[in-house]
């Protein structure tokens, strides 16, 4: 079975500037969850879709962020302007059915603001 | 808020050492605790736990929850260099049909030879 894909694995921008990233869940899986882990701390949910629909995402800054599920497959997560604080490692999780048993991580996408 | 407290944030122990590590938490219609290993980014599933007082073991891996006290320990035998890595603890609360995981900050575990 292939793994939740993440991508880029690395990015660096400077403050203001605009980045995204991308997950590829495991196939079959209908919830899919972006974290935000900041070093030294646990990841912290931003936005859990079930298909593609929000379930939760009363974390998500959405002044700057925005995520979306097109047809409930793929996931984009987008920062728009980016401040020094979003320096972080970004990881996408997927599940069957929404419970946690099931949850497979991506390896994450680190994200390096200057 | 559901909270998940972690305990101690770091140590170091020498290889064959017994670590133990623990979790306190306090969530909303908890449905599980659940243990992760993360050694680079991607956390990697460890346990989890939805009963009181029934240890689940994996190789020189334990975990057992107190429902009552809200808490979960893991313990880790005979702890070798493979071992080092950060141990997140989360929570499994239930809001109507959905359900949302929270985690601690993690306890770092460096295991030297």
């Known amino acids: 079975e292939a793994g939740v894909a993440q991508s880029p694995r690395y990015k660096i921008i400077e403050k203001r500037q605009s980045v995204a990233f991308w997950c590829n869940p495991i196939?079959?899986?209908?919830?899919l969850y972006w974290y935000q882990q900041i070093l030294g701390q646990g990841p912290k949910l931003l936005i859990q879709f079930q298909n593609n629909g929000v379930v939760d995402d009363s974390q998500l800054p959405k002044d700057r962020f925005s995520a979306e599920r097109l047809k409930g497959v793929d996931s984009t997560l987008k920062i728009q302007p980016a401040k020094l604080e979003d320096s972080a490692v970004y990881l996408c999780a997927s599940s069957l059915a929404g419970t946690s048993d099931g949850n497979t991580f991506g390896s994450g996408t680190r994200l390096t603001v200057v | 808020e559901d909270k998940v407290v972690q305990s101690p944030l770091s140590l170091v122990v020498h290889e064959g050492d017994t670590v133990t590590l623990n979790c306190s938490y306090e969530?909303?219609?908890?449905?599980?605790l659940l243990w992760y290993k993360q050694e680079k980014k991607a956390p990697t599933f460890l346990f989890m736990l939805t009963s009181s007082g029934i240890e689940k073991k994996s190789g020189r891996l334990s975990s057992i929850l107190d429902k009552k006290e809200l808490f979960s320990i893991l313990n880790i035998t005979a702890t070798q260099t493979g071992d080092s890595a950060v141990y997140l603890c989360a929570v499994e609360g239930v809001n109507r049909n959905d359900y949302k995981l929270s985690f601690g900050a993690g306890t770092t575990v460096t295991v030297r030879a």
């Open positions: 969530v909303t219609n908890f449905r599980s």
């Open positions: 196939s079959g899986h209908a919830t």
